[in-house]
């Protein structure tokens, strides 16, 4: 794949803990590509010390490839992928929570599925692969099962984790859909109109994961779980495009 970029997109709401850390390690592990390399930071209207320290990064490291995009407001996860979207180069885009529940250290377990020509879509799963995961909520793994399985019924893919956040895709296949969900609906919708692409592939890999406690910051609730599966019925039935 020629002139590639690997595009990594970096929503972020009030997570001055850990963004300089999640940053760091995105260079640190992309620097030895043998493809260019884009950061997109989107603050989405964080209240916090967030935005000063992405900021302030990005003027200390001017020869880094690093797009900072402010939200004046809170809109979502979908929203900010959306925006990050926009300011992606040709090649492979990956999304990276601005915590540190996932690893920057797998990207190449993402992207080498598509750099070598095999699938078009890889997402990482929390529930295969031998790397260690962290145990937290048992609720919360039912909920995820339950999610994809009803997810695959419509789509019609074997998925086993459709609400991870690390996946990759070629842009191209990107450009083939309309996103729509500004919060955590985006990732129902998305792998709904993905798995209606005329010939696209869907790969897995096994990923670790390290989950935070709500104390830590985790944002995700139980509203969230509703709009998931009412989005899993809106995008593969009532609003296909």
Known sequence: M???????????????????????????ESSGYNQNVR?????????????????????KNPLLDIIYINNEKNFGKGF?????????KEGIIIIQDSDLEYSPSEYKKLINP?????????YGSRFQGSEPK????????????????????????NLSDIETCYKAFKTSAIKEIRLKENRFGFEPEITAK?????????????ISYFGRTYSEGKKIKFKD????????????????K
Request: aromatic content about 10%; hydrophobic content about 40%; charged content about 20%.
């Open 225 to 240: 779980a509703v709009r998931t599966v009412y989005c899993i019925f809106k995008y593969n039935i009532w609003s296909r």
């Open 2 to 28: 020629p002139e590639q970029t690997i595009n990594i997109i970096i929503p972020v709401y009030n997570e001055e803990q850990y963004i300089l850390t999640v940053i760091n390690e995105v260079v640190a």
């Open 134 to 157: 962290r145990v937290l909520y048992y609720g919360h793994y039912v909920a995820n099962k339950m999610i994809t399985t009803l997810s695959n019924i419509f789509t019609r893919l």
């Open 80 to 88: 900010s992928v959306r925006r990050g979207i926009q300011n992606c």
């Open 114 to 122: 598509i750099l070598q020509g095999k699938t078009d879509v890889v």
């Open 194 to 206: 993905l798995s209606r692409v005329k010939g696209i592939r869907f790969a897995e890999v096994g």
């Open 39 to 59: 950061i997109i930071t989107v603050n989405d209207g964080s209240t916090d010390n967030t935005r000063v320290l992405i900021e302030d990064f990005i003027s």
